[in-house]
């Protein structure tokens, strides 16, 4: 692992009221890190987890046990809290447009764990206890987020998903959040309730096939479900099989063969996730309404007015500034270090001969997903080890950050300037902060993702922004060999 995905088990991502144009910030827990280089010598992350994993599930009892679980604890707090920023961003992502909430606003509902306190759970893994100052177990009312993804987590299951994908879901399903949604009109449904009260404008969005599906699921589905309404308390349950074999034999009436209640199952579901999408939308409230007088549509008075204060305008031509400028500077600084790897090569006496394979070394890498094994065996080197050192993706990305990083400093110090919100050179404390939150945005933006990306091994996809940029530089280049 590369240190970026490293400090992940002792880096905690909580909210940030000073900052509410951002939302969160990132802080180094000297605790967890301590407890992680002295406890953790495993570089593969699977390792690494199952570790933390067993000590914080472990079922000791004596002061120093109870330390331990609660410090790996943290790390793994650490871990899971950046899942759940990006969680946070990806759902608001999913309800972009003129909407009333931003991912800040989701924050609040998940993003509560601010490192300070050591958690453990009870003997049978139901219950978090706080540790206090002498590490004495406490219950306590409030449940952190973090834990709770912690404790449902089945890490010894072999048919369990990642971690990080794990707190995706758990965090997808966080009922404060979901309850949150709902305020809005962003009501969840089950799959079933969706086709079952599916209306007729939903119904022209769809495939004939699917649109007969539905037809044939409403004759018996929703039939019974009408004849029981005075049994039902409101859910959609699933599908019986004598249900799904009638719809079937219906099915096949209208030349529609499905096999199997399992396939029927599959593409009911499918057909339930496509109107998924139209069921946001449509649970909107208007944002205009009808007056009673004119029978004109005005906007509602109850929303608040839409002011386009001058602050917030320029606040986000610096943010879309700074986007802007991440792509533009990482693939400069890609093409900078490849140039300057390949020079270094060159004049190296042991690895000069070698010099000429970085670059096919680096395509077959990143844009044909081959393991450095395979690389080896391809271009004829004497070995991994020498292949590693020649290519060391994990080295290239390092110094792709720390110039990006470099790049991006005095590109947004030179746009402060110009702004008059700081002078030529900067005040420290100005200079501290703005190469702090630089850091921060860039690692959340690409470096994190594409370190994983490494460590993930021969199965892993390359797909992050970093990957990209990397793969149209290699492509450029290799065109004009």
């Not at 880096?11 to 000297?30: C, E, F, H, M, P």
């Not at 209306?199 to 409403?218: A, D, G, M, N, P």
């Not at 890609?334 to 000069?352: M, P």
């Not at 890498?365 to 991994?384: A, P, R």
């Amino acid at each position: 692992m590369n240190a970026a995905s490293i400090s992940r088990y002792w880096t905690i991502w909580r909210i940030n009221l000073a900052n509410q144009q951002v939302g969160y910030k990132q802080s180094d827990l000297s605790q967890a890190r301590d407890f992680f280089q002295q406890q953790v010598h495993d570089c593969q992350n699977d390792d690494i987890q199952s570790t933390l994993l067993g000590n914080f599930y472990a079922n000791h009892l004596a002061e120093k046990d109870l330390l331990n679980r609660g410090l790996a604890g943290l790390c793994l707090r650490c871990y899971v809290s950046y899942p759940i920023l990006k969680a946070c961003q990806k759902i608001d992502s999913l309800f972009s447009g003129e909407k009333s909430f931003s991912y800040q606003d989701l924050l609040s509902c998940v993003l509560d764990d601010d490192g300070n306190r050591l958690v453990i759970l009870d003997c049978d893994r139901k219950t978090q206890l706080v540790l206090d100052e002498h590490g004495i177990p406490h219950t306590t009312t409030y449940k952190l987020f973090t834990v709770e993804v912690l404790r449902k987590f089945k890490h010894d299951s072999q048919s369990s998903m990642s971690l990080d994908n794990w707190t995706y879901l758990q965090t997808k399903q966080n009922p404060e959040l979901r309850k949150f949604l709902a305020e809005f009109g962003f009501q969840h449904h089950s799959d079933w309730s969706l086709l079952n009260r599916v209306r007729s404008k939903q119904l022209e969005l769809l495939v004939k096939r699917s649109r007969q599906l539905i037809t044939v699921f409403h004759a018996v589905y929703r039939r019974d479900r009408r004849e029981r309404k005075q049994m039902e308390v409101g859910k959609c349950p699933d599908p019986t099989i004598s249900q799904l074999q009638e719809m079937l034999t219906c099915l096949q009436e209208d030349d529609i063969i499905i096999k199997t209640t399992d396939e029927l199952k599959r593409e009911l579901k499918q057909v339930a996730s496509q109107l998924r999408q139209y069921d946001i939308w449509s649970y909107r409230e208007p944002l205009e309404v009808p007056d009673h007088n004119t029978g004109i549509y005005k906007p509602r008075k109850d929303l608040p007015t839409v002011s386009y204060d001058e602050s917030h305008l320029e606040q986000q031509e610096i943010i879309e500034f700074l986007h802007q400028q991440l792509q533009l500077i990482l693939s400069e600084a890609i093409a900078q270090e490849i140039s300057q790897t390949i020079a270094k090569l060159q004049n190296s006496k042991s690895y000069a001969p070698l010099a000429q394979k970085y670059l096919p070394g680096l395509q077959l890498y990143y844009c044909d997903c081959k393991s450095l094994k395979e690389v080896q065996l391809l271009l004829g080197m004497t070995s991994w080890d020498q292949t590693r050192r020649i290519l060391n993706p994990g080295e290239l990305l390092s110094k792709v950050r720390i110039l990006t990083v470099q790049k991006l400093l005095d590109t947004m110090l030179q746009k402060a300037h110009t702004k008059g919100l700081t002078s030529i050179p900067p005040e420290p404390e100005y200079l501290k902060t703005l190469a702090e939150q630089i850091e921060s945005f860039v690692d959340v933006e690409v470096f994190i993702e594409a370190g994983e990306e490494i460590r993930a091994g021969r199965n892993r996809s390359l797909d992050s922004v970093y990957a990209q940029k990397l793969q149209n530089y290699l492509e450029t280049q290799l065109i004009a060999i």
